[in-house]
């Protein structure tokens, strides 16, 4: 099993940043990839950005490229998402998650087991 939890969310006006924090406990070692998505009232949760734990590049939606930026510790068990520039269509519940399975390139819902408890974010203009 492996446990997230979530931090750093709040209110913010258009064009300022935000700092996210993810923290997994547990069996850490086995995760795969770890990854960020985003939910709105009444909307599926969607992908914004993931992390193959070892080996290649993280990848984002295209929505979130050039403003949202990943960071982490060197044990991979600490992941901060740094988000620049935001929106109001930010605005939203930033979920973390992980997987101990190994898939290629993991931006479903589908593709994780474990979520933190998400962190609200909201983007005034």
């Known amino acids: 099993q492996v446990q997230l939890f979530e931090s750093g969310g709040g209110s913010v006006q258009a064009g300022h940043s935000l700092k996210l924090s993810c923290t997994a406990s547990?069996?850490?070692?086995?995760?795969?990839?770890v990854a960020w998505f985003r939910q709105t009232p009444g909307n599926e949760r969607e992908f914004v950005t993931a992390w193959p734990r070892f080996g290649g590049d993280s990848y984002d939606a295209e929505s979130v490229k050039g403003r949202f930026v990943q960071s982490r510790d060197g044990a991979g068990t600490t992941m901060w998402l740094h988000l620049n520039g935001l929106k109001p269509e930010d605005t939203a519940t930033y979920f973390c998650?992980?997987?101990?399975?190994?898939?290629?390139?993991?931006?479903?819902?589908?593709?994780?087991?474990?979520w933190g408890q998400g962190t609200q974010v909201t983007v005034s203009p």
């Open positions: 998650a992980a997987t101990l399975r190994s898939t290629a390139r993991a931006e479903s819902v589908n593709d994780y087991e474990y």
């Open positions: 547990g069996r850490t070692r086995g995760i795969t990839t």
